[in-house]
């Protein structure tokens, strides 16, 4: 555990734009201390960004960082849309960009009271298990992956509301203050039931922020089937953008004046008409050519209207299970639909950094307001990575990145700019006269 006597330059310069969302010079350095901590320290909770932080003066309170970060009154609610107006030009003119919707779980198992949390199967891990459901947007290049939205969805609660109001219902009130109760809690219940909102929904809401704000106008987007709604398309195609999702094998398709499932017509495809799949070779987000073999074709979908279908196969004899992809660009060829869904897997590349380089899983904090500003602090600190100066390191250490520059690299940076100011720090002290046993528990007190 490294010592963090101040925040390194590439942190302060990355989070200078912000100063002005806070009142306080002190808040803005407790902020920043903490966004540090998000990159560089091994225990990501503010009790462990602050075991690690050294103070020239007298050092403060954990309870005062806590209360800078997390409950202070400055504008946390404008760091994302600052966040997006900072980052949106370098996303322009650099190629293919794509917003990529989804959402991932963030879990919690040692906290039951934290915001957003429910105990449920989690299907990835096949456990039980406590998270929050979290919807997020990320918007990427073939350089660079920055989120640009992140919203936790409040858990259903209804049907354990409506548990215990059968159990405890009554054929009578006699007494006023029962009944004055029992309709408060109903009352509560229908707030919370007309209050929840769904995955798609917040995905639409989100949407409309981003192209309400406008700051990426070129970005397509990519999504999943678990975030495709005819809301969702309608609202993009009505802002002049394309869309490329996954579709369910379920789905049905009109095919040949019969609605039919889009599996069952790929299987006729590959058994009867096998050279109808044709061989692509197309370059994904990551540089990476890949060979598909794949079908393409403009049908009609229920309730969706008029879209462009393709059935993408990885191996030549089509032997393999096909993944199904859907657009609203009927001029588009199939190469270009994958091109483009290749990019919806930045979003996985985000949660899976996200929560083991800047501390996305790591908050101990309870309350809604605490939990948000967590979550944007970890992206922006994800975005300060990513911009971190660096060169290709010629230790053996990275000798597997062949000269590319990786997170790791980028972190061992600050890293190291951490370090150096805490040599700086020694070596001032032992200027002074400071012994080493005095040295020591400035650095780490007993």
């Known amino acids: 555990m490294l010592p963090m006597v101040g925040v390194p330059e590439t942190v302060r310069k990355g989070l200078r734009p912000y100063r002005d969302l806070f009142r306080r010079d002190e808040g803005f350095e407790y902020v920043s201390r903490y966004v540090t901590g998000l990159l560089v320290s091994p225990n990501k909770t503010l009790q462990g960004i602050y075991a690690q932080q050294v103070w020239p003066e007298k050092k403060p309170s954990r309870r005062a960082m806590h209360e800078a970060v997390f409950e202070a009154e400055w504008k946390a609610e404008e760091l994302m849309p600052r966040h997006r107006a900072l980052i ?3 996303h322009r003119n650099r190629g293919r960009e794509v917003i990529s919707l989804d959402w991932t779980l963030v879990h ?9 949390i429910t105990k449920s199967y989690d299907y990835v891990e096949g456990r039980m298990a406590r998270f929050q459901t979290t919807v997020t947007a990320v918007i990427a290049n073939r350089q660079l992956i ?3 939205g992140v919203q936790i969805q409040e858990p259903d609660l209804s049907k354990e509301e409506e548990t215990y109001l059968k159990a ?5 009130y006699e007494q006023m203050e029962q009944a004055r109760t029992r309709l408060l809690e109903l009352l509560h219940h229908l707030e919370h039931k007309l209050a929840y909102r769904k995955r798609t929904e917040i995905v639409v809401e989100m949407v409309a922020l981003l192209e309400e704000e406008g700051k990426f106008p070129q970005a397509d987007y990519a999504f999943d089937n678990g975030v495709l709604t005819l809301e969702l398309t309608r609202l993009i195609e009505s802002k002049g953008k394309h869309w490329v999702s996954e579709l369910e094998s379920s789905r049905h398709i009109l095919w040949q004046d019969e609605w039919r499932r889009v599996d069952e017509v790929a299987r006729e495809l590959r058994q009867q008409h096998p050279e109808s799949f044709r061989k692509l070779s197309v ?8 060979e598909y073999w794949t079908f393409s074709k403009s049908v009609r979908l229920k309730r969706y209207g008029r879209k462009r279908i393709a059935i993408v196969h990885e191996r ?11 657009t609203d660009a009927l001029h588009w060829e199939s190469g270009r639909m994958i091109e483009t869904w290749s990019f919806r897997w930045a979003a996985e590349v985000f949660h899976e950094f996200s929560k083991q380089g800047t501390g996305l899983e790591a908050a101990q904090v309870r309350n809604e307001e605490a939990v948000k500003r967590h979550l944007r602090l970890s992206c922006l600190a994800q975005s300060i990575l990513q911009r971190t100066p660096t060169v290709a390191s010629t230790s053996e ?3 597997f990145a062949k000269g590319e520059t990786t997170f790791g690299q980028r972190c061992r940076a600050i890293t190291r700019e951490v370090f150096h100011s805490l040599l700086t720090f020694a070596q001032r002290l032992f200027a002074g006269g400071y012994s080493c046993d005095q040295v020591t528990e400035a650095l780490m007190p007993a």
Request: aromatic residues 8%; proline residues 7%; negative net charge.
């Open 397 to 399: 250490q990275f000798a």
């Open 108 to 116: 919690h198992e040692r906290g039951p009271h934290i915001y957003g």
């Open 168 to 172: 405890t219902v009554q054929a009578s």
């Open 316 to 326: 030549s004899d089509l032997t393999d299970n096909p993944r199904f992809l859907v």
């Open 88 to 90: 949106a030009p370098e």
């Open 146 to 148: 920055d989120g640009i």
């Open 283 to 290: 370059r994904c987000r990551n540089g990476e050519q890949k």
